[in-house]
């Protein structure tokens, strides 16, 4: 600094706010800095706490994507054999991605079967049959789907249920059956079976004996009234032959 | 409260010191900042940025003596102006640069009082104001000033003539000097 300056200077810096021609109150001019002050501390104190809450949201999410990273990373390793380890997370988190991508195409492609024009779809319906081959019998409507390429993802007609027989089984009596006393007695229905072959027992059926609160179920009923009629015809042949042997015995008898 | 108590203070973000600072040279510091801006509004906008910064920044601030203070906040109040000149002062180069001999111009300014001194000053153009405050006031070199105005050397150097020009036809015209 030259001399020149600094007598210039000490001249000026000498000089007070009214010699330079300026009013000016200090208290005035002191609670201007003041609000100047609050003002950068609010400044101040606002990007702390929205620093802190967005700090806050990357360490969730961060925590968040390294639980489902740890979740994904188990089943790779073991379908890897436990050979080869991800170079990086990043990879790790692609091919954990990727094999999951996989597997929900390959379960897509198992359900997914493209109904073409020709295709269609028969319902069958449970039906009482005498042969075993008749059992698998079609009610006999076939029912076109509609003639598009698009997927369809359920294409899988319900399943044939097997025939429900509401009704009890006639109750036929063995040679060693114990008699039905009472009306409340429940008839035995073992003797009976229905299956792809049928057998009736030739036993005779006692008509006095049956329960007589079945019957306006039985005669509803297709399947009973054949098997009443079936049972009636036996006995019947059975009663010819009997009275047939007894005749022949008696001439027997006589000779 | 003295200077060093009321720095203690601010130090600890305390008002009654901060405003014991600020009372003390609050003054002195809007007449350097009029020097250097001509509105005085802009000028005391100047000085309390100033203020608050030197208030921010207090940690920075060690205190070694008398005078240590007003040199500290007296660099922070000229650096505000400055900042706020950069931003709308174009200093226009001009030709020709007057020799004027400087033990004739301290003579001359010796002799003048210094209100009058201060209305010449601030009546100079922006440019010319700057330069000359920052060479024949505060005694920086023409390179310092180049490279805190982010000018030549030249330009400095043509400023301060223009200004110095300015200035004797002022003072020769208003019959402060003879």
Known sequence: MNNKGEILKDRLDSLSALDAGIVYSRETSWDKLADKMEQKKKHVIWPYYTGMAAALLIVIVFLKINLQQQKNQIPVVQTQSGTKQPTNPASAIIETFQNQANEAREVNDAHIKTASSNTKKSVSSPKAALNGSDVNSNIGFEEPIINCALPIKENFPPAPEEPKFSMRLKHIDHLNDTPISSQWQTPKAGNVRYNSNWVVHTNVLKEQEENEAFKPRKENNSFFNFVSAHNKHAAQQEEESNTNNNLSFQILQIK | ?178
């Open chain 2, 1 to 178: 409260m003295n200077e060093l108590s009321a720095i203690t203070l601010a130090k600890k973000n305390d008002r009654k010191g901060q405003q014991w600072v600020f009372y003390t040279h609050g003054e002195q510091m809007l007449v350097i900042a009029l020097r250097y801006v001509r509105d005085v509004q802009v000028a005391e906008e100047m000085m309390q940025n100033g203020f608050l910064k030197f208030f921010q920044q207090i940690e920075r601030f060690e205190y070694s003596g008398t005078g240590s203070l007003v040199a500290w906040l007296k660099k922070i109040v000229i650096n505000e102006c400055l900042m706020h000149l950069r931003k709308k002062t174009i200093f226009i180069v001009e030709n020709g640069i007057d020799s004027v001999d400087e033990v004739e111009e301290n003579n001359i300014f010796a002799r003048i009082d210094a209100r009058d001194i201060m209305n010449m000053i601030v009546a100079l153009p922006d440019g010319y104001r700057t330069v000359f405050n920052l060479y024949a006031v505060e005694g920086f070199g023409h390179k310092e000033i180049s490279e805190m105005l982010g000018i030549s050397e030249g330009t400095s150097k043509s400023q301060l003539s223009k200004a110095k020009n300015m200035l004797r036809e002022k003072i020769k015209k208003e019959h402060l000097y003879e």
